[in-house]
């Protein structure tokens, strides 16, 4: 489902619908899915093996601990195989480089710090802030979604509110 805002699209994510990756975002998700089910569950049923045979399983420490392990991994592969089934890979030659979208590297500058900062805008499920990878569902992301360069963009953030000068989009 996609709403109409202003100039832009921009996209919502629920619980059941796509989630968009980029294509990078995407190959993550594919090789941690990859290692956690050729190596990691071998590793942790070998422990578990390891652990059997030091006999009594209801005082074994070492048992309980594999299991929970497995029992992770497990969940881990399950969400992964939903991202990957959900998953909408954004077509970054398609990236209007007129207007933010998602896949857009945003660069902006921070009017009250006088700062510039570079933002690329990608899905909930690949951000990471602390590389530069942030969530169209956040508030920056959804502030800067379908805006132009120039434009002044303010953001309702918990200290207060934070402009921001769109100085440059490209991909």
Not at 33 to 45: I, M, N, Q, S, Y
Not at 83 to 95: F, G, H, L, N, T
Not at 121 to 149: F, H, M, Q, T, W
């Amino acid at each position: 489902m996609f709403l109409k805002v202003c100039e832009g699209v921009v996209g919502v994510m629920e619980e059941n619908k796509e989630i968009l990756l980029t294509q990078e975002g995407y190959q993550k998700l594919e090789d941690e899915l990859e290692l956690l089910k050729v190596v990691r569950r071998k590793e942790v049923a070998e422990r578990i093996k390891v652990a059997i045979s030091f006999g009594d399983l209801s005082e074994n420490a070492e048992y309980d601990e594999a299991k929970n392990e497995q029992a992770q991994v497990e969940e881990r592969i399950i969400k992964l195989e939903n991202m990957i089934r959900k998953a909408v890979i954004i077509d970054e030659s398609k990236i209007d480089l007129n207007m933010v979208t998602i896949g857009s590297i945003v660069k902006v500058k921070d009017i009250e710090y006088d700062e510039e900062v570079e933002y690329t805008i990608v899905g909930s499920a690949e951000a990471d802030p602390y590389d530069g990878k942030i969530s169209n569902e956040s508030p920056v992301g959804k502030a800067l979604l379908g805006r132009c360069k120039g434009e002044t963009v303010e953001v309702h953030v918990p200290d207060g509110i934070a402009k921001f000068e769109i100085l440059e989009i490209r991909r």
